[in-house]
Nanobody, 121 residues
Framework: QVQLVESGGGLVQAGGSLRLSCAAS????????MGWFRQAPGKEHEFVAA???????TYSTDSVGRFTISRDNAKNTVDLQMNSLKPEDTGVYYCAAGGSFLNIRTHVEYWGKGTLVTISS
């Protein structure tokens, strides 16, 4: 069965950095677009970043210049390096896998259970 397991969440002060990691199993990892989404308390699910099998990247407007998504196909992992964190970055971050880079924002095949990120001011 496909499993996506996130790790690296925690409590960080505003301006700090955090690195999230997602370990995938049960799928041909290199053939999937991998992405990160988040959901703040009481708010809608929000796209953060995605990376294609070929290394193409796309980010939300708020993520550009602060976040970097990367993947290691040999280890079946995808990471999200988050810098210059803000209180509004607080939320549960979910790892996701999809088959289309262009449609990753709306078409996700598999989801992780999430890891909580809390940014204090």
């Amino acid at each position: 069965q496909v499993q996506l397991v996130e790790s690296g969440g925690g409590l960080v002060q505003a301006g700090g950095s955090l690195r999230l990691s997602c370990a995938a199993s049960g799928l041909m990892f290199s053939r999937y677009v991998m992405g990160w989404f988040r959901q703040a308390p009481g708010k809608e699910h929000e796209f953060v970043a995605a990376i294609s099998w070929s290394g193409g990247r796309t980010y939300s407007t708020d993520s550009v210049g602060r976040f970097t998504i990367s993947r290691d196909n040999a280890k079946n992992t995808v990471d999200l390096q988050m810098n210059s964190l803000k209180p509004e970055d607080t939320g549960v971050y979910y790892c996701a896998a999809g088959g289309s880079f262009l449609n990753i924002r709306t078409h996700v095949e598999y989801w992780g259970k999430g890891t909580l990120v809390t940014i204090s001011s």
